[in-house]
């Protein structure tokens, strides 16, 4: 068993069920914590708080790092998941002492992409999310071999969008559209790091999380085949090995 717990963050527009397929051979080799993030699953959003952050989302999994007298863990995190690894590796590097970034990036979001965020955001404030986010999104984040050849996990996929709220889709798609750049960051890393993704990753491709390992001292990238957005889903085997790596 690993001395370092494990924490992994879920991606946008899912929950915590997105580690599922990983859950139990990662937990043979670690203690393995997945909590939903704020606004998301079964994470309620605050009454009350200003402009949405993932600052406070990396708050967050402090506070329960705190609450479970944990010092030190092997962090990581899938795509918004990844944004709030990074957030949390800026407000507390000592906190940290293993980095997994799963199809994610280190760049701010470009004017284009924060519209498109904002516009979402709106969309899921005034009409909620039924009928439309899962079907914009899927084609986004599952590779075309997912698509064409494995309809459970597109179904899989499909039903975590469909049960989020859109209050928290709102809050989440804001929160990104505010998210600082992280790549000077990333040269700062001195702990064991792995970056995985998808070969079939529109949203975040391969030269994207090229560029992630290049950044990181030390990093091994790891390209899983007829993978797309979401590789824990769609290629689990490969990312718990590519995960094994860091884990000490």
Known sequence: MSELPLVLLHAY????????????PLAERTRLITPDLR??????????GGEPSLDDAARDVLALLDRLELDRVVLGGCSMGGYVTLALLRLAPERVGGLVLVDTRSGADTDEARRNR?????????????????????????????????????????????????????????????????????RSVSVPSVVVVGEEDAVTPPEAARALADAIPDAKLVVLPEAGHLTPLEEPEGVVEAVSRVLH
């Open 13 to 24: 527009p899912v929950d915590a069920r997105m580690w599922d397929t990983v859950r139990a």
């Open 39 to 48: 606004g998301m699953g079964r994470s309620p959003l605050p009454e009350s």
């Open 118 to 186: 904002l516009a979402v955001a709106h969309r899921a404030d005034s009409e909620g999310t039924a009928g439309w986010l899962a079907e914009s999104m899927v084609p986004a984040l599952l590779g075309e071999t997912t698509r064409e050849r494995r309809p459970e996990v597109v179904d899989r996929v499909r039903g975590l969008i469909e049960q989020q709220s859109p209050a928290g889709v709102a809050w989440a798609q804001r929160a990104m559209a505010a998210r600082a750049d992280s790549t000077q960051l990333l």
